[in-house]
């Protein structure tokens, strides 16, 4: 993702960091991009501050490592406030009501999800009513929950989720990514405790030989995260390969973000 100067047009806050929207131009190229400039991010007590938009980049790299392609172009470049996280920026398409791209989460009555959904958890929705929170059965989703227990997501909320009309699904905000300490919360805990799928496993053995020392791969992380960081990523995905399994809530950290949306 070849960037030039960097024009702000808007800008908006999220809980930990200054979001600015913006073009970029670079040989009478454009496009519009996120810009998250470390110099606006939130200290936060269990990441080191100023690490944010790192994270943000190693959290692309081991998406495109998997071959997946869930996390849009993402890079450090400095900017109007200084070196920050560059993105490109996603259109989702509309929901169901604008004949576009299907829902991907819902709360329904019962406690069923039905087919084609996957059950995460009980929500209040009244005082005195609760309904079930479910995601959809839906592979590209479900590669996703893999992606984020290898990256360790603590902050995998539903409008971190962006479905393209050409069918894509991609996935933003992925600054509390790879902490050494599990902090894993998401709402896509539909596949927890089940097997994982056969091209999982692939992956993440092709992941497994690529964070050897010396490889390309390790290298560019070690320029973003810390070593014992590297060390966690690859004893998590170790203990994927061991396990065969999606993992469940540990139950020692909240396991669905707050808010969920």
């Not at 908006?12 to 131009?25: D, G, H, K, P």
């Not at 905000?173 to 805990?189: C, E, I, P, Q, Y």
Request: aromatic fraction near 6%.
């Amino acid at each position: 993702m070849a960037l030039g100067e960097l024009t702000v047009r808007g800008r908006v806050r999220e809980a930990s960091n200054a979001v600015l929207y913006c073009t970029v131009e670079y040989e009478g190229h454009s496009a519009a991009c996120v810009y998250k400039p470390v110099a606006g991010e939130r200290p936060l007590w269990d990441f080191p501050d100023g690490t944010l938009a790192q994270r943000e980049v190693a959290a692309y790299e081991l998406s495109e490592a998997t071959g997946w392609g869930l996390v849009p172009p993402t890079v450090l470049r400095d900017g109007p406030y200084g070196q920050g996280m560059c993105q490109l920026w996603i259109e989702a398409a509309p929901g169901e009501d604008g004949d576009g791209a299907p829902e991907l989460l819902a709360l329904v009555d019962g406690e069923e999800p039905g087919p084609g959904w996957k059950a995460v958890a009980f929500a209040e929705v009244d005082e005195g009513r609760t309904a079930l929170l479910v995601h959809a059965d839906d592979e590209r989703l479900r590669r996703l929950a893999v992606l984020d227990a290898v990256i360790n997501n603590g902050d995998r909320k539903g409008g971190h989720l962006l479905p393209t009309a050409d069918g894509r699904i991609y996935a933003i905000d992925h600054g509390v990514t790879f902490n050494a300490d599990d902090k894993l919360r998401t709402l896509l805990w539909g596949w927890a405790g089940e097997p994982l799928s056969d091209e999982a496993l692939t992956v993440l053995r092709g992941l497994a030989d690529r964070l050897a020392d010396g490889d390309p791969l390790t290298a560019r992380l070690a320029e973003l995260i810390t070593e014992a960081e590297i060390a966690a990523l690859r004893a998590r995905i170790a203990a994927l390969l061991r396990s065969g399994r999606h993992p469940e809530p540990s139950g020692q950290w909240p396991a669905i973000p707050w808010p969920p949306v």
